[in-house]
């Protein structure tokens, strides 16, 4: 299985974007059954987990970037997603999408630019 990010770029403060992420070739009950994450490496940092999305949709989020997060799951789709509101620079990164097991291949990240 392959992930796909997509829908980064360059936005104010304070303003939005919204991430999505494709499981291709994911088969619907493999995708449907487990946990979806969302992580994010800024430059010179660790890779920092920032939201995950259970089977049943149950969500968890760092508290650096909760109450203005959203993550969101369409399983029909093999989809998964990351409303991201109020953004600040620290919040600029290459985001990435994975199985929370992180079986699944990486795929090459969105970026998400903040500037000061």
């Keep these: 299985v392959q992930m796909v990010e997509s829908g980064g770029g360059l936005v104010q403060a304070g303003g939005s974007l919204r991430l999505s992420c494709l499981a291709r070739g994911s088969i619907l009950s493999d995708f449907s059954g487990n946990a979806m994450v969302w992580y994010r490496q800024a430059p010179g940092e660790q890779r920092e987990l920032v939201a ?64 000061s």
């Design 52 to 115: 995950s999305i259970t089977s049943g949709g149950t969500t968890n989020y760092a508290d650096s970037v909760k109450g203005r997060f959203t993550i969101s799951r369409l399983n029909a789709r093999r989809m998964f997603y990351l409303q991201m509101d109020n953004l600040k620079p620290e919040d600029t990164a290459v985001y990435y999408c994975n199985r929370h097991d992180t079986r699944w291949s990486w795929g090459q990240g969105t970026q998400v630019s903040v500037p």
